[in-house]
């Protein structure tokens, strides 16, 4: 079932990112705030409250020396004390020293806080106290206030700010995503590009290479039911022709054309084996049945049944003598099936009375086998392609030049080696021909 874009799940990249960034903001915001206001509250209360101790040491130490039961001097203090109560917008109380209050003037607010500041008059034993509200409180509402509004400006811009760029980050993502749902929609020729940061081009680049792979994939696929179409029509109506003519008397049904019939069905289920032995192949690494055999052995076995291909093509083969020491630790089955399809290549690549030469030599952990035909070499556009299935690299030949297999010998052989922890590889190729390199793995 095709997931429509309507059903896609999920909040935007872009806008996740943004909301992401902004409760971080938020969040640092607000533990700034907090540690700034128990700073500065902290620190305006210290210097409120040392300034009213100043101003209230400073009015007791003037009343000081007073007569308070002389009339006259009570009015005088009672005039500044009546100047301190409006200048501190507080309650201002003198008291005796029986305890009797001699001045009270100003009055407080009701439900405000408040701070009580008393200081002893020196030489008459009265007392000077003063209530006056907390002033700290007020600007600290404002102060925090200001804080708040601030915090959610910049919350709102760092936002705003974060939904753009994140909008422009997240560009890239979605042109790979249009580019992969025109792929899916069968656009191979779809492609993506990245933006100005390094992660959105691997992830394009990596999208591309994906795409060239499909693209590529699907051309082998249709090139593939071509080829398989023809290697399989053409054996497939030789044969019914063959039988059809025997049928209507048109020939005789004698052995020549038997042999003929023969040699068609032989071809139409030759292909159809090939394409058992790669579905084989792919498995081979679940059926494998590993085991400790002469390497000497293996090629020799390998040899004997690929002597009658070669004879048949005119093609000599030659297998340089290997160290019998030399042990390897595979499935012989797999790994000889392999060998010959590798060998069976090389003896359609070389001309006839030409000779293929095997060579066998240990590099570190494993035995190194050496294949060299006489053909013409690989073309650097088909280089990359060879171990493709289906890929054959004769596609310019003429109509009426024969064709070099179907295209799956040598995948075959990839998937054996590589189910038998081995390895195939192009060593070099030319005009002189084009060796291929076989590693197996040595026996512990």
Do not use: C, W
């Not at 200081?119 to 907390?134: H, K, M, N, Q, Y």
């Not at 779809?190 to 290479?209: K, Y």
């Not at 052995?255 to 498995?283: F, K, N, P």
């Amino acid at each position: 079932m095709t997931v429509g874009q309507s059903e896609i799940r999920g909040q935007p990249l872009g806008l996740r990112l943004a909301l992401l960034l902004s409760a971080a903001v938020l969040a640092v915001l607000l533990v700034a705030g907090l540690a700034v206001n128990r700073i500065v509250s902290g620190s305006l209360e210290r210097e409120l409250s040392a300034a009213e101790r100043d101003r209230i040491t400073v009015v007791a130490g003037a009343i000081a020396g007073v007569d308070l039961n002389a009339p006259k001097a009570m009015h005088g203090v009672e005039v500044v004390l009546r100047r301190v109560a409006n200048t501190m917008r507080g309650h201002v109380q003198l008291i005796g020293p029986a305890g009797d209050l001699l001045v009270d003037f100003g009055r407080l607010p009701p439900g405000v806080s408040t701070e009580s500041l008393s200081e002893p008059i020196t030489g008459s034993g009265a007392t000077l106290r003063i209530d006056v509200p907390r002033a700290d409180r007020a600007f600290l509402g404002v102060f925090n206030l200001s804080l708040l509004v601030a915090g959610l400006l910049a919350t709102l811009a760092v936002g705003l700010i974060a939904l753009v760029l994140a909008s422009r980050l997240t560009r890239p993502l979605h042109a790979v995503a249009a580019a992969a749902r025109r792929l899916g929609h069968g656009d191979l020729d779809a492609r993506a590009t990245g933006g100005p940061d390094r992660e959105s081009n691997e992830l394009a680049d990596a999208f591309n290479a994906m795409a060239a792979r499909v693209q590529r994939s699907e051309m082998l696929r249709r090139r593939a039911a071509s080829d398989m179409a023809h290697d399989l029509a053409t054996p497939a109506t030789v044969l019914e022709s063959q039988l059809q003519a025997m049928v209507d008397g048109v020939v005789p049904a004698d052995r020549e054309q038997l042999d003929r019939a023969r040699a068609a069905a032989g071809a139409l289920s030759g292909v159809i084996l090939q394409l058992g032995e790669l579905v084989d192949a792919e498995s081979a690494v679940m059926q494998r049945r590993p085991q400790v055999i002469s390497l000497v052995e293996l090629l020799a076995e390998v040899e004997r049944a690929i002597v009658p291909l070669f004879r048949e093509r005119g093609v000599d083969i030659r297998v340089a003598e290997a160290p019998a020491s030399l042990r390897v630790d595979v499935d012989s089955t797999q790994v000889g099936r392999a060998l010959r399809n590798v060998l069976a290549n090389a003896a359609q690549q070389s001309p006839r009375e030409a000779t293929v030469h095997v060579a066998v030599e240990a590099a570190g952990a494993e035995a190194l086998v050496r294949v060299t035909d006489a053909g013409p070499g690989i073309a650097p556009e088909d280089l990359a392609h060879i171990f493709e299935r289906f890929y054959r690299a004769d596609q310019a030949r003429g109509a009426g030049e024969p064709r070099s297999g179907s295209g799956i010998g040598l995948t075959i052989a990839r998937e054996l080696l590589a189910a038998n922890g081995g390895r195939i590889a192009v060593e070099r190729t030319g005009a002189d021909g084009t060796t291929f390199a076989i590693g197996l793995p040595l026996a512990g």
